[in-house]
Protein backbone atom coordinates (compact mmCIF):
# COMPACT_ATOMS: atom_id res chain seq x y z
CA UNK A 1 0.00 0.00 0.00
CA UNK A 2 1.58 3.73 -1.27
CA UNK A 3 2.97 5.36 1.85
CA UNK A 4 4.15 9.08 2.48
CA UNK A 5 6.15 9.90 5.30
CA UNK A 6 7.21 13.67 6.24
CA UNK A 7 9.76 14.62 8.13
CA UNK A 8 11.96 18.12 9.33
CA UNK A 9 9.07 19.76 11.21
CA UNK A 10 10.17 21.53 14.11
CA UNK A 11 10.78 24.79 16.00
CA UNK A 12 12.62 27.76 14.94
CA UNK A 13 12.22 31.46 15.21
CA UNK A 14 10.90 34.01 13.28
CA UNK A 15 12.68 34.75 10.14
CA UNK A 16 14.05 31.03 10.56
CA UNK A 17 13.84 27.98 7.80
CA UNK A 18 12.95 24.61 7.72
CA UNK A 19 13.26 22.31 5.07
CA UNK A 20 10.62 19.55 5.04
CA UNK A 21 10.84 15.98 3.53
CA UNK A 22 8.57 13.54 2.37
CA UNK A 23 9.27 10.00 1.45
CA UNK A 24 7.44 7.97 -0.97
CA UNK A 25 7.22 4.43 -0.64
CA UNK A 26 5.57 1.66 -2.36
CA UNK A 27 4.34 3.39 -5.44
CA UNK A 28 6.31 5.36 -8.70
CA UNK A 29 6.24 8.93 -7.39
CA UNK A 30 6.62 10.33 -10.60
CA UNK A 31 3.48 9.29 -11.89
CA UNK A 32 2.18 11.27 -8.75
CA UNK A 33 0.80 15.05 -8.85
CA UNK A 34 2.13 15.84 -5.32
CA UNK A 35 1.28 18.84 -2.52
CA UNK A 36 2.02 20.31 0.80
CA UNK A 37 -1.37 21.23 2.83
CA UNK A 38 -0.97 22.56 6.73
CA UNK A 39 -3.82 22.50 8.92
CA UNK A 40 -3.80 24.10 12.19
CA UNK A 41 -6.41 22.95 15.17
CA UNK A 42 -10.02 24.06 14.17
CA UNK A 43 -9.46 25.29 10.98
CA UNK A 44 -9.75 23.33 7.54
CA UNK A 45 -6.61 22.18 6.13
CA UNK A 46 -5.12 24.35 3.40
CA UNK A 47 -2.66 23.83 0.29
CA UNK A 48 0.54 25.00 0.48
CA UNK A 49 1.90 24.08 -2.76
CA UNK A 50 1.90 21.10 -5.04
CA UNK A 51 3.87 19.72 -8.23
CA UNK A 52 2.86 18.38 -10.54
CA UNK A 53 4.08 15.06 -12.96
CA UNK A 54 5.57 17.14 -15.25
CA UNK A 55 7.52 19.78 -12.86
CA UNK A 56 4.73 22.48 -12.85
CA UNK A 57 4.51 24.17 -9.78
CA UNK A 58 1.52 26.60 -8.25
CA UNK A 59 1.77 28.22 -4.69
CA UNK A 60 -0.75 29.37 -2.36
CA UNK A 61 -0.42 33.18 -2.09
CA UNK A 62 0.89 33.27 1.32
CA UNK A 63 3.73 30.99 -0.07
CA UNK A 64 4.90 32.70 -2.68
CA UNK A 65 8.21 34.06 -2.59
CA UNK A 66 8.60 32.30 1.00
CA UNK A 67 8.48 28.68 -0.43
CA UNK A 68 9.57 26.46 -2.75
CA UNK A 69 8.45 22.83 -3.61
CA UNK A 70 10.73 20.61 -4.96
CA UNK A 71 10.74 16.96 -6.04
CA UNK A 72 13.94 14.08 -6.64
CA UNK A 73 12.40 11.55 -8.63
CA UNK A 74 14.67 9.64 -8.09
CA UNK A 75 14.07 9.08 -4.54
CA UNK A 76 10.45 9.06 -4.81
CA UNK A 77 10.89 12.15 -2.22
CA UNK A 78 9.22 15.67 -2.18
CA UNK A 79 10.77 18.74 -0.10
CA UNK A 80 8.77 22.26 0.92
CA UNK A 81 12.12 24.38 1.75
CA UNK A 82 10.42 27.18 3.85
CA UNK A 83 12.03 30.58 4.45
CA UNK A 84 10.76 33.57 6.48
CA UNK A 85 8.88 32.12 8.54
CA UNK A 86 6.67 33.56 10.76
CA UNK A 87 4.63 32.72 13.92
CA UNK A 88 1.47 32.63 11.27
CA UNK A 89 3.27 29.50 9.71
CA UNK A 90 2.72 27.08 12.88
CA UNK A 91 0.86 24.06 11.83
CA UNK A 92 0.84 20.08 10.79
CA UNK A 93 2.45 19.90 7.40
CA UNK A 94 1.21 16.93 5.26
CA UNK A 95 1.74 15.85 2.14
CA UNK A 96 -0.31 14.15 -0.18
CA UNK A 97 -0.05 12.77 -3.43
CA UNK A 98 -2.83 11.75 -6.17
CA UNK A 99 -2.05 9.76 -9.01
CA UNK A 100 -2.18 12.34 -12.56
CA UNK A 101 -1.57 15.27 -13.36
CA UNK A 102 -3.00 18.24 -11.31
CA UNK A 103 -2.56 21.52 -9.86
CA UNK A 104 -5.13 21.95 -7.12
CA UNK A 105 -4.79 22.92 -3.82
CA UNK A 106 -7.88 21.92 -2.58
CA UNK A 107 -7.51 18.83 -0.02
CA UNK A 108 -10.26 16.30 -1.55
CA UNK A 109 -8.51 14.82 -4.54
CA UNK A 110 -5.83 13.81 -2.95
CA UNK A 111 -5.65 10.30 -1.68
CA UNK A 112 -2.47 9.66 -0.23
CA UNK A 113 -1.91 11.29 2.80
CA UNK A 114 0.75 11.52 5.32
CA UNK A 115 1.00 11.47 9.21
CA UNK A 116 2.06 14.99 8.97
CA UNK A 117 4.99 16.65 11.00
CA UNK A 118 4.55 19.66 13.35
CA UNK A 119 6.33 23.29 12.44
CA UNK A 120 6.25 25.67 15.15
CA UNK A 121 7.53 29.49 14.63
CA UNK A 122 7.71 31.49 17.84
CA UNK A 123 7.75 35.28 17.65
Known amino acids: QAQLEESGGGSVQTGGSLRLSCAAS????????MAWFRQVPGKEREGVAVITVTGDTEYADFAKGRFTISRDTSKNALYLQMNSLKPEDTAMYFC?????????????????WGQGTQVTVSS
Open 96 to 112: AALRGYSTTLYPTPYNI
Open 26 to 33: SYPANRYS
